[in-house]
């Protein structure tokens, strides 16, 4: 169930002008069909479904800009569509309105080996453009887990495991074509490494999650593929152990690509759910990129700091199977943690904090759990201070879903108290609003407001996600 504050309102029906205009240009490709608009009207967050009035699937340039100047000229809201992979509630049509599904825009439009960047439609997926480059001795390195479309990486700012070393969609998104409300197309950044010219319009469109414009294009950068490659799983006697090897590891200097926590807790899951055998206990995956020489000498300095904090049954995967199915069991761990409790939800929590508070704020939120016996398994990319608590609860006990959310909200606000953020990857989108006037302060706020005002007056992209949607304007 949605809070009511997300109740959806009373939606008028779409204009037969706008769906005659749509159907003109779509034909059999705007779908009214009920199914089709529950699907688009829902991401793998636990949060119900809210489809849209009617789905748009566009492909190409033109069709976007088509169906944005009609739903602008109606006054109908528009939502953006990759894959349906995020959380927080960015797709789902809290005011009705026209999704526009851009997964048929999956054209690799160049790939420059030399300069190190690829130009993409934004329906293409991580997987489909690593597949790509094979041969190129190139890779993309931003790995969320699912097989998410570009465009709707780009819109949430997703990040992943390989963060810490590779950074996230921010920092790897070099210019963007995005289609505002009324179909004027935002040219934003350029192929050049660095510029110091006018606004970085690129980076405030990557992680607006739709609410300012539909991603139509992406260049990205790309990266070597590292001589050497090698991954570990370590057991240690405490989550607090566990990350005090990761926060010593960081200060030395060492240049970890992946490293990731793991409780307890999340290990059974995984045991039942991926059939691995791992130790029943808090772990950290680790990834070494680099020579051959290089990874050897990290490998080494990461067994000595694991040492110092009881780290022990280090197991290693040098070849590329076993690495695949070491990393395959860790993206497994949202779906093997609602396979703990079947039929249960799963509320989601995204915290991030600066990594010298990061065993402080993991600790205390666990001690919230056991004190509100939560079920609640503990991971995250703890190399970047982000960590997930993926709380199960009964859909049909509103007492425990009343004391998770009284644990998510508490954890938001440690974090932000700790000079964090409520979410380091997922986005704010539906669930996370009641914490960015805490975060960011009324000015920002002001600001922020301002920027949507100005690049979507009527507040028709994506509304009530980031802030409520206000009065449309004429």
Known sequence: ??????????????????????????????????????????????????????????????????VQQACHRHRVPIIPYGSGSSLEGWVHALHGGVCIDLSSMNQILEIRVDDMDATVQPGVTRKQLNAALHGTGLFFPIDPGADASLGGMAATRASGTNAVRYGTMRENVLALNAVLADGRVLQAGGRARKSSSGYDLTHLLVGSGGTLATVAELTVKLHPIPEAICAAICNFPSVDQAVRTVI????????????????????????????????EAPGLFFELHGSQSSVKEQVETIRLLADEHGGQDFEWAVHPEDRSRLWQARHDGYFAALALRPGCRALTTDAVVPI???????????????????????????????????????????????????????????????????????????????????????????????????????????????????????
């Open 356 to 474: 010298s508070r990061l065993a402080e704020c993991i600790e205390a939120t666990a001690a919230d759990l056991r004190e509100q016996e939560l079920l609640a398994p503990i991971f995250g990319h703890v190399g970047d201070g982000n960590f997930h608590a993926v709380i199960l609860v009964d859909p049909d006990s509103p007492d425990e879903l009343q004391r998770a959310e009284a644990v998510a909200q508490r954890l938001a606000q440690r974090a932000i108290a700790m000079q964090g953020s409520c979410t380091g990857e997922h986005g704010v989108g539906l669930t996370k609003q009641g914490f960015m006037g805490l975060e960011h302060g009324q000015h920002a706020m002001d600001a922020m407001a301002a920027i949507k005002a100005a690049l979507d007056p009527r507040q028709l992209m994506n509304p009530g996600k980031i802030f409520p949607r206000g009065p449309v304007a004429n």
């Open 1 to 66: 169930m949605l809070p009511p504050a997300f109740a959806t309102p009373d939606v008028p029906p779409l204009p037969a002008a706008l769906l005659d205009e749509l159907t003109n240009l779509l034909g059999s490709r705007l779908s009214l069909a009920a199914s089709v608009r529950e699907h688009h009207g829902q991401d793998i967050s636990a949060l119900d479904p809210m489809p849209p009035q009617a789905v748009a699937f566009v492909n190409h340039l033109d069709e976007i800009i088509a």
């Open 248 to 279: 010593q590891a960081i200060q030395l200097g060492v240049p970890i690509a992946r490293i990731e926590l793991i409780d307890a807790l999340t290990v059974r899951a995984l045991n039942a759910y991926s059939k691995t055998q791992l130790n």
